[in-house]
């Protein structure tokens, strides 16, 4: 196989990997979101929740499943901007998501759902043949806070 080829391939195989992350957080398909991260991970979403960094399987799973576990949430991505260097890759991707929680219980004092727009930047690393997460870092741009209903 070319090096060219060989190098398309795997920007496929990356971005197929954030994909799932997508689909994945949005489902609460658990099993197959952790399976997208190193063992020892690193998750950076202090920006948005002021939370400091955390690492592992567990910790990762804790933060985001309380953060999503009361709501409905969609996340997109494009524009993904990748460095590859061998079995190491960087990436940054635009990002956008919409968070409605369920009633009473959105973090955030009078809102019940959320529009963000930003950018995650993580580093994937090639394992046993597979690109996994090694670290991912959010950074929102701009939060459009959503009221809930009139009640």
Request: glycine share 8%.
């Amino acid at each position: 196989m070319s090096d060219d080829l060989a190098r398309l391939l795997d920007y496929e195989a990356i971005r197929n990997v954030k994909a799932r992350y997508c689909r994945f957080l949005d489902t609460k398909d658990w099993d197959g979101f952790l399976s997208l991260f190193t063992p020892d991970a690193v998750l950076d979403v202090e920006e948005d929740t002021g939370n400091p960094p955390m690492s592992g399987h567990a910790a990762i799973l804790e933060q985001v499943r309380s953060a999503v576990i009361d709501a409905r949430s969609a996340h997109q991505i494009h524009s993904s901007e990748i460095d590859l260097r061998g079995d190491e890759a960087d990436m940054i991707t635009a990002m956008q998501d919409r968070v409605v929680w369920a009633p009473g219980k959105c973090p955030i004092p009078g809102g019940q759902s959320i529009t963000g727009f930003g950018h995650y930047t993580e580093r994937y690393v090639r394992r046993d043949g597979q690109w996994k997460i090694a670290a991912l870092k959010l950074a929102r741009l701009y939060v459009e806070v959503h009221p809930g209903p009139a009640v």
